[in-house]
């Protein structure tokens, strides 16, 4: 029994699932079941697409983010590859098995993934031109021969100069889906995860053309049918793989988080400075990001890095060189903090509807070094800036440029497949039928193991929602300092550090 993934990194569903111009996603919908997936916390593409593929939530992988903390220092940050990983994921457990894999595309997957069968490395590479970018090596050149030069993002992403990113955000996905095609016909697998960053570029380039709720939307914009363009696109690629698919194949098409517009940006160094809990020993003249600041560590009793969320931390004595909170009063002096935090309020002063986590309240487990408040304002409808000097609290658009969007708790999945094989138990599972209601990301990977007739893995920490009968119902690792420098500009320049 096969086994594809198609990724469509930051599908929403009310778009997904709502669109009646997309002849194949309906199809795969009336032979099988779709609706809503909720994400995990925080609803990122790294971790969330490694959740999903390991089932394990982002406190059991030990990777909150882009960038975590690597020790316990205050510069300790690191970018997060694919050696953070550590858990087994669905390619791992198969391989067990005797089964091929082939995985384009999946965050983090650089350096790319030495898997049994093949990878290509998603948007982190640095450079396809110049760096081995698959397992094994001579894949690369196999690509460049196939299709030139091959995109892994569209440079320039956070730009005013709509037209060239709107091509190249579509030719890069061309061209992946003709490497994925390639791959499909050519190679041997019984597992295939692909993930399309595209649409997630598209979201966030082209969102407020699209959405008449956006605070700066223009209806009379020549990009107003842009994200639906890319649907469209998304569709017909769909079709073509679709058509290349033998009859035991199940077919997922899966988004790792949602999309929803973006109000705009909640200082949040800017307001710990005013609340007295980040403490400078010189105000900053401009604007300056957090790591640039001269920090008062030995007054200082909270920070928080920026992006699409707030990681906040905590000065505790014992812990951090210079503590200054007591680790007897940490869990009370947390609450106050995040009382604080829910309490925040919008440019016109009312309540911003912050979601506030502790990361042991909403892990299985909680491995490396977490943050001790996650945060999402105004429930990810504001995103978190980390620089100091704004003259107000609220800024209405990115601090590291223009952005139409933020990430939404939740993503679509639709799930579909014909001819399965009996599980361990004899028994054969199928996927369910129409609109399913209460499906997460954690569910993804133990239903499809469970429909392939495999054993669902105990780590796996969600559902199968398949059904019996007729189916109603650790840290940074892997780049040089030259690398790590390129894939730091990008991450900043896509929003994910503030």
Not at 412 to 438: C, I, M, N, W, Y
Request: charged share 25%; aromatic share 10%; hydrophobic share 35%.
């Amino acid at each position: 029994m096969k086994i594809l993934v198609l990724g469509l990194d930051c599908a929403a569903p009310e778009l997904l699932l709502g669109y009646e111009d997309l002849p194949n996603v309906r199809r795969l919908m009336e032979l099988g079941g779709y609706g809503r997936l909720e994400s995990v916390i925080p609803p990122i593409t790294v971790p969330a697409w490694m959740c999903l593929a390991t089932g394990q939530d982002p406190g059991s992988l030990g990777v909150y983010g882009f960038r975590n903390r690597t020790d316990h220092s205050y510069s300790g940050l690191g970018i997060a590859s694919s050696r953070s990983i550590t858990e087994p994921a669905i390619w791992d457990y198969l391989a067990r098995e005797g089964k091929r894999s082939i995985i384009v595309g999946v965050p983090p997957g650089y350096p790319p993934r030495r898997i049994n069968g093949l990878s290509v490395s998603c948007f982190l590479t640095p450079d396809t031109d110049k760096n081995v970018f698959t397992h094994p090596p001579e894949l690369s050149d196999e690509i460049r021969q196939l299709v030139g030069h091959y995109p892994v993002d569209a440079a320039g992403f956070r730009t005013n100069d709509k037209h060239p990113l709107r091509d190249a955000i579509f030719a890069m996905s061309r061209t992946q889906f003709q490497v994925v095609r390639h791959l499909i016909q050519n190679k041997e697998w019984d597992y295939f995860h692909f993930v399309d960053i595209g649409l997630d570029r598209i979201h966030h380039g082209f969102w407020k053309y699209h959405d008449p709720q956006h605070v700066l939307h223009e209806p009379n914009s020549p990009f107003k049918d842009t994200v639906h363009d890319y649907y469209r696109h998304l569709d017909d690629e769909i079709g073509q793989v679709l058509e290349l698919l033998s009859e035991d194949t199940i077919v997922l098409l899966v988004s790792d988080h949602g999309a929803q517009r973006l109000d705009g940006g909640f200082c949040v160094n800017e307001w710990l400075v005013r609340e007295g809990l980040l403490v400078l020993k010189s105000y900053p003249r401009e604007v300056t990001p957090l790591a640039k600041l001269d920090v008062d560590w030995e007054k200082t009793r909270v920070w928080s890095e920026g992006g699409y969320y707030a990681r906040v931390f905590f000065n505790v004595k014992g812990r951090e060189p210079n503590g200054t909170i007591e680790p007897g009063e940490y869990e009370s002096f947390r609450d106050t903090i995040k009382a604080k935090f829910e309490a925040t309020v919008d440019r016109d002063g009312q309540p911003m509807g912050t979601l506030v986590f502790k990361p042991e309240q909403i892990y299985h487990k909680v491995k490396n070094v977490a943050p001790d408040l996650i945060v999402h304002f105004g429930a990810l409808y504001w995103r978190s800036i980390g620089g100091v000097g704004y003259p107000t609290l609220h800024i209405l658009e990115n601090d590291t440029g223009p952005d139409d969007c933020n990430h939404a708790q939740f993503g679509a999945f639709v799930l579909a497949a014909s001819e399965l094989p009996p599980g361990p138990d004899g028994v054969v599972k199928h996927p369910p039928l129409g609109e399913v209601t209460g499906a997460r990301l954690l569910d993804i990977a133990p239903t499809l193991m469970d429909l392939a007739g495999y054993e669902v893995p105990e780590a796996m920490q969600g559902r199968s929602l398949a059904v019996a009968g007729d189916g109603e119902g650790s840290t940074s690792g892997g780049y040089d300092p030259d690398d790590e420098s390129i894939i730091r500009d990008r991450l900043s320049g896509l929003g994910y550090i503030g």
